[in-house]
């Protein structure tokens, strides 16, 4: 008996992968077509087709062309009802593209957010740091011209804890790399200053709560905690990305971040744009 | 039993479950049990009559888990920030709270063939003094028991807790009992409050809503997260299978993002260690340099004493923390 179950599973699990490879080929195909409402249809025909149970909020991508609604972006970001003051770009591929991680952090900061984090949890960004940031200055040149190069600025913040206040110009955006070394660990350290500072006799056990365990853990006064993080890739957890900060955060999955448009990202911004905090009220 | 709805499954509902059984199951499964009062204006009831329908739901999924051989359960029963409703719907919740524990009570000898083990995370002095009471007396009257284990966070939040294990930390520090370089990933997770289960391997958040609220921020790093958009009351087993499901699917690549996980922790400690061991030798050394050999016994006597160290502490704060329950019931059977 315990063998027709087994078989009758390995059955179920070949049926969702399949389910799952034709949404990609479908994705990638139907983003060479321009029928939008066609490609809606299908992709919605597809989702359910294995199963009848309630899906989870996954976004079905839609096609569309990458350049050439450049000047709507800003006006993109000004119709939303609420935009993210920090968004996290959760990479959970096996192999980034840069290109593509380039452009999101410009459509980003053209559509008007301020802080831009960019994760994977195998630390490759981290490493790789001044690659991403080549790739964006350059996809920014590509993507704004000239013009609107000068009008968003960027502003890599290292890590490495920036003290300053930056002074937020209007269109200057900050772009953070990030790896699982800023999450957990990040908050070991910050538990070993305070222990330390308790040996010391600087402080007593009882002075220490969340106000002091965040502001030490906060980069710098006036970075927000992320609003909203776009997850990519078919994994569905957070894979380490900063526990502490994500308490709040809105989870939005996209299926991948490799050949991703605009109107994917601006989707996955309306859909933010429509949800609710109660804040436990 | 009031927790714990008695039943069977269906024969549907059975063969599912063999089916699902046959690939890797979840062992820990935490449940974020969002959407009563959205199903109580739904249903034109009284926002109380949306808890109650959801305690309920509790009891028939606490169900379905142990017929899916899913032996521990996380819930998120009150946040923190809940104390900011209204007085009447925080006084209604605490009341519900105070009745279904009395009852549970009242049901020693099903709990105690069951073998289910209850355990409240959070600060529990923020909640009135009598609901503490019969906290502290459910969950030590099923602390030895060890079937299935209900874990229920009741003025949680994760920020808190992890607030908490740091400020532990630092008392162990002040007590002597460990060093502030003893301090490490693996030790802050022995100071939270779900330090006696292991970290959930599935969190489902029902209502739609995809964030994780101030839940298990720390111990979810690694889990599987699974948003559905149906209300807690209206909680299906096929809404449970669908999660399962899930969690199958994702579950090699998981595995191999904590291994890899676990292993750099490993370096870390082995790192951290070494560094310990050169200053000390530093100080206390007479200047010449040591061979390989010796450095290696060093390292080993080192990490030895630490760990001593650190098994002391830990020894210590449960200690801690059962004297504080234990003082609580015989407060209540003072009173």
Redesign the interface.
């Known amino acids: 008996m315990v063998l027709v179950y087994e078989f009758v599973w390995r059955v179920l699990h070949v049926l969702l992968h399949i389910h799952r490879t034709l949404i990609t080929l479908f994705r990638i195909r139907l983003r060479n077509w321009n029928g939008q409402l066609w490609s809606r249809a299908l992709a919605t025909l597809l989702v359910p087709i294995a199963l009848s149970f309630p899906k989870q909020k996954k976004l079905v991508p839609a096609p569309g062309k990458r350049v050439g609604r450049r000047y709507r972006w800003g006006a993109d970001g000004k119709s939303l009802e609420k935009l993210p003051d920090h968004i996290g770009l959760l990479i959970a591929e096996e192999e980034p593209r840069y290109t593509d991680i380039a452009n999101l952090v410009v459509w980003c900061m053209a559509v008007g957010i301020s802080y831009i984090s960019v994760y994977d949890n195998h630390g490759v960004f981290r490493r790789n740091n001044s690659r991403l940031m080549e790739e964006i200055l350059k996809q920014q040149q590509e993507l704004l011209g000239l013009e609107g190069s000068k009008q968003h600025s960027v502003e890599f913040l290292n890590n490495g804890t920036d003290k300053q206040d930056n002074q937020v110009l209007s269109c200057q955006a900050v772009v953070k790399v990030l790896s699982p070394d800023d999450g957990k660990l990040r908050i070991v350290q910050a538990a070993q200053q305070l222990c330390s500072a308790v040996e010391q006799m600087e402080k007593t056990s009882k002075d220490i709560n969340v106000t002091v365990l965040d502001s030490l853990l906060r980069e710098s006064k006036s970075t927000p905690d992320p609003d909203l993080v776009l997850k990519f890739g078919p994994i569905e957890s957070t894979l380490g990305f900063l526990p502490w900060h994500i308490r709040l955060t809105e989870f939005i999955s996209l299926p991948s971040h490799v050949d991703v448009s605009y109107e994917d990202l601006f989707s996955a911004l309306q859909h933010y744009a429509s949800c609710e905090q109660r804040l436990g009220k | 039993m009031s927790w714990i709805r008695e039943g069977e499954l269906n024969f549907i509902e059975k063969l599912s479950a063999?089916?699902?059984?046959?690939?890797p199951m979840p062992k820990h499964v935490a449940f974020i049990m969002d959407g009563n009062r959205r199903y109580a204006r739904k249903r034109q009831v009284e926002r109380q009559e949306g808890h109650t329908q959801g305690f309920d739901k509790l009891a028939e999924t606490l169900r379905w888990c142990l017929n899916l051989s899913i032996h521990e359960v996380t819930v998120y029963a009150f946040?923190?920030?809940?104390?900011?409703?209204s007085k009447d719907e925080v006084d209604g919740l605490m009341e519900l709270a105070k009745q279904k524990f009395i009852r549970l009570l009242e049901e020693q000898e099903n709990l105690e063939k069951h073998g289910v083990c209850i355990r409240v995370l959070g600060d529990l002095t923020l909640l009135p003094l009598d609901l503490q009471q019969h906290i502290a007396r459910a969950v030590v009257a099923t602390r030895t028991h060890n079937k299935c284990f209900l874990n229920v966070c009741f003025a949680y939040?994760?920020?808190?807790e992890?607030?908490n294990?740091?400020?532990?930390?630092?008392?162990g520090?002040?007590q002597g009992l460990i060093?502030?370089?003893d301090?490490?990933?693996a030790l802050?997770g022995h100071c939270l409050y779900s330090s006696n289960s292991p970290n959930p391997d599935l969190l489902i958040r029902t209502s739609?809503?995809?964030?994780?609220?101030?839940f298990l921020?720390?111990q979810?790093?690694?889990?599987?997260?699974?948003?559905?958009?149906?209300l807690w009351p209206e909680y299906s087993f096929?809404?449970l299978?669908?999660a399962i499901?899930?969690y199958?699917?994702?579950h090699r690549?998981?595995q191999k993002?904590r291994d890899?996980?676990r292993e750099?922790q490993a370096l870390?400690q082995h790192e951290a260690d070494r560094a310990c061991v050169a200053d000390l030798l530093q100080h206390h050394g007479n200047g010449k340099p040591l061979d390989a050999q010796r450095r290696q016994e060093a390292l080993l006597n080192y990490t030895a004493s630490r760990e001593e160290r650190v098994q002391d502490f830990l020894g210590a704060l449960q200690h801690k923390r059962d004297s504080f329950l234990t003082d609580l019931t015989s407060q209540a059977a003072l009173a």
Not at chain 2, 165 to 171: F, I, L, N, S
């Open positions: 063999n089916i699902l059984k046959a690939g946040s923190i920030e809940n104390f900011k409703r939040t994760s920020r808190h992890i607030a294990a740091v400020r532990e930390m630092a008392w520090v002040e060093k502030s370089s301090v490490s990933e802050l739609g809503e995809v964030r994780l609220s101030d921020l720390w979810t790093s690694h889990s599987c997260l699974v948003f559905q958009s149906v096929w809404n299978c669908d499901l899930q199958q699917l994702n690549p998981l993002a890899q996980h750099g870390q």
